[in-house]
């Protein structure tokens, strides 16, 4: 494994997108505090924000920030420019001190620009974002700086071409997406590879839903590591690439806080044998037909009939992945009780420019409704 930047960057990164909820929708703050001591006890450093994550800079703040020295942790925040966060380049450019002031941190390890694609690079550019980010790492406000992304890997290689100083891309591979024609997670990683990049890997358990396989899946990996858990096998899958610096887990409790440190604090790449078993899953999983969402909730933001649209998405793969329509149903119901319904799109498909998974949402949603109201 390669040491980047000359940093000691344990494996495992806390994903800051998904912290624990109180019952208001606020976060967790308690909570929170006892995740990142829990991650600090276990040997692990690395924090990923973003400006868009409602709440999560200042929540960090108090857990974080304010109870822990500077030099124990690399924090790291993002700014986005997409047409549904912000309308000129004074807007984007505000975000960074936005987000200093919000986490109190003084400076971020690493600050990239936020969930580029060809439809929003155009934005980044006219912005001139690119000079920005340079002209923060000389004043001393970023240490290193890049780019998350979700497009093809003929964009992507463009980009670096365009941009050879970037210093570190984030990009979104996980198993079940390694050889999708749609996320293409293996051909994108092997663009980083190419340009030498270094790799911090989002959403390694797909939203949640590598942590809850089909039975089969469960199944497979129980018979060969029984004491072992499921989000462990996705987890260290990803870490196991050499290219890879982290790989964030975005952690909503404790639970899963402890889980992840169990093998994670002391990791140990997938020998052969584990990674054939990650082959086999992948087989499984290929031949079951579901809506490739990751709850980012990026599309529910500008919505004007305010649908749930990631709930919904989760109620219909109740029914594609696990065959349980009934289930379904009733997690429709419970989720449009009061809020629009999968028949309310008026087909605006401000969803779908801000969706990074590139889903047809309006169609997937025409299905939906067709399958689940009553």
Not at 237 to 245: I, K
Request: negative net charge; aromatic residues 10%.
């Amino acid at each position: 494994m390669k040491n980047f930047f000359g940093m000691d960057i344990p494996k495992l990164g806390f994903g800051l997108m998904r912290l624990p909820k109180n019952e208001d929708g606020s976060i967790d703050v308690p909570q929170t505090s006892q995740m990142v001591d829990r991650f600090l006890e276990a040997g692990l450093k690395y924090f990923d924000t973003a400006y868009v994550y409602n709440g999560s800079e200042e929540a960090i703040r108090k857990a974080l920030v304010e109870r822990h020295p500077r030099e124990s942790y690399y924090l790291t925040s993002k700014l986005n420019a997409g047409d549904w966060a912000v309308k000129s380049a004074e807007e984007a450019k505000k975000e960074l001190d936005i987000s200093l002031e919000r986490t109190g941190a003084g400076y971020f390890d690493f600050y990239l620009l936020h969930a580029l694609s060809a439809n929003n690079i155009p934005n980044y550019d006219k912005y001139g974002l690119w000079d920005f980010v340079k002209q923060a790492k000389e004043e001393g406000k970023i240490r290193h700086y890049g780019f998350s992304f979700h497009d093809s890997p003929e964009v992507l290689d463009k980009l670096l071409a365009d941009h050879p100083d970037v210093e570190v891309v984030q990009l979104q591979i996980n198993w079940a997406d390694w050889n999708d024609p749609n996320v293409q997670s293996r051909a994108n990683y092997e663009v980083c590879v190419k340009h030498n990049k270094p790799v911090i890997v989002m959403e390694p358990v797909k939203g949640g839903t590598l942590a809850n396989p089909p039975k089969q899946i469960v199944d497979l990996f129980k018979s060969e590591a029984p004491d072992m858990s499921v989000p462990s096998w996705a987890i260290r899958y990803v870490a196991s690439l050499d290219q890879v610096m982290v790989v964030l887990s975005g952690m909503s409790n404790v639970a899963q806080m402890e889980d992840n440190t169990s093998y994670m604090g002391n990791f140990k790449p997938l020998d052969e044998r584990e990674q054939a078993v990650i082959a086999k899953a992948q087989e499984i999983l290929a031949s079951i037909p579901q809506i490739p969402c990751t709850a980012c909730h990026y599309c529910t933001d500008g919505c004007p009939m305010s649908i749930p649209i990631p709930d919904i998405f989760a109620a219909m793969n109740r029914d594609l992945v696990y065959g349980l329509t009934d289930d379904a149903k009733r997690k429709y119901r419970q989720v449009t009780a009061n809020a629009g319904k999968a028949s309310d799109c008026i087909h605006c498909l401000q969803c779908e420019d801000a969706c990074p998974q590139h889903i047809h949402i309006t169609e997937w949603l025409e299905k939906a409704a067709a399958s689940l109201e009553e």
